[in-house]
C-alpha cells in the first residue's frame, strides 16, 4: 500500500508547481486503481496549512478549495485512513535516535515511522527520507 507525502499533494494540487504533472499522474492514477492506498490525516492537514498560506505559496486556495481536494484523496472505497497505532511511538523514536534527527525533520520521523508500522510504501519528492532505514519509499 502506498501512502502519499504531502509534497506530493501539494504538487498536485497546485497547477503552477514544478512537479505538478508527475504527482496529478501520480494521484489520478492512484485514485482510478481499485488498489488500496493509504491516507493520513496529519498530511492531510498540513496540505490544508499549506496550500491555504500566502506566506508559503504564490497562488493560496480557499479553505473550501483545499479541504474539497483533501475530501477526494479520502473519498474512494479503497482509501485507507492510515493513523498511529500502538508500535508507532517505539518506531519513531528508534527513528530518531538511529538517525540524530532535529528540528523539522522531526517530522519527517514521524511520518516515516507511520509508514514503516502499516507496511506502506512512502511516496515523496523528498529524496532526504532516504535517512531512515526500514523505510520503502520512492518518487511518484
Known sequence: MTLPDVNVLIA???EDHEFHAVCRGWLERTLRSDQAYGCSELVLCAFARIVTNPRAVRNPASVAEAFQFANAVLRPAHAVRVSPGARHWE???????ETYVRGTVVADAYHAALAIEHGCEWI????DFGRFRDLKWRRP
Open 124 to 127: 515523496t519528492l523528498d529524496s
Open 12 to 14: 498536485a494540487f497546485q
Open 91 to 97: 518506531i519513531f523514536t528508534r527513528l530518531c535516535l
